[in-house]
């Protein structure tokens, strides 16, 4: 059974405290590793995919890297706008959907 | 404008009436699900299709059903509400088997409550 944990739960930052959030999974075959962003009282929204260890894909402050059991969001120097819950998912090769993690609730306070 | 579009977007219900949650999206994707999202929580897959007339249980769904008639319409009905299907409720849409570079496309959600 596909499993997906995040950590930490929560995390709040100062503006311009670069962090890190986890993802680890376990899949029998990985077809994709999903991050999105979850605004309050809105739905989910794409951020990157990383389809293989040693990945990585940048946008704005945030960075996603990939290992073979675990992926990681990086953010440099966050803004309050950061501020959102970041989901990260999974998705097995002989899956039909996808696995979703609890997901980590980021504060960055001005 | 395009995507994945949930009415109504609230909805307090009395224990043992029933709903129907509507999912419309206009992006021509064969495949549709459902999620429930509790406060705090992931999201649990509620039923899923992968295309007109063809659908299949995900992670939670007793006290659910749905149909899928047309590529387009995906919705899912509440038998007999339950304080416990109080939850916000993501419909979401892709066009193949996880659309590789994009995920799922989610709608904005319905957050039901069960009084």
């Known amino acids: 059974e596909d499993q997906v944990t995040q950590s930490p739960e929560a995390l709040r930052l100062q503006e311009g405290e670069s962090s890190s959030l986890n993802c680890s999974y376990t899949?029998?075959?990985?077809?994709?590793l999903f991050w999105y962003r979850q605004d309050p009282g809105k739905g989910p929204e794409f951020l990157f995919t990383?389809?293989?260890a040693g990945e990585e894909k940048e946008k704005e402050r945030l960075k996603a890297t990939l290992t073979k059991k675990e992926s990681f969001l990086h953010i440099t120097a966050p803004k309050p706008e950061d501020s959102a819950t970041y989901l990260c998912?999974?998705?097995?090769?002989?899956?039909?959907?996808?696995?979703f993690g609890e997901g980590t609730q980021l504060t960055v306070n001005p | 404008n395009a995507g994945v579009t949930q009415t109504p977007k609230f909805r307090i219900l009395k224990i043992g009436q029933s709903m129907t949650l509507q999912c419309a999206q206009d992006?021509?994707?064969?495949?549709m699900y459902w999620y429930r999202q509790d406060p705090g929580m992931g999201l649990k897959l509620i039923y899923y299709?992968?295309?007109?007339?063809?659908?299949d249980k995900g992670e939670v769904p007793n006290g659910y059903n749905v149909s899928r008639s047309t590529t387009e319409d995906f919705p899912l009905r509440l038998e007999l509400a339950a304080p416990s299907q109080t939850s916000v409720y993501f419909c979401?849409?892709?066009?193949?088997?996880?659309?590789?570079?994009?995920?799922?496309?989610f709608g904005s959600g319905t957050r039901l409550t069960v009084v």
């Open positions: 979401a849409s892709s066009g193949d088997r996880g659309q590789a570079n994009y995920g799922y496309t």
């Open positions: 899949v029998s075959g990985l077809r994709g």
């Open positions: 990383l389809y293989s």
């Open positions: 998912a999974v998705y097995e090769t002989s899956g039909s959907r996808l696995t």
């Open positions: 992006m021509n994707h064969n495949y």
């Open positions: 299709s992968v295309g007109a007339g063809i659908t």
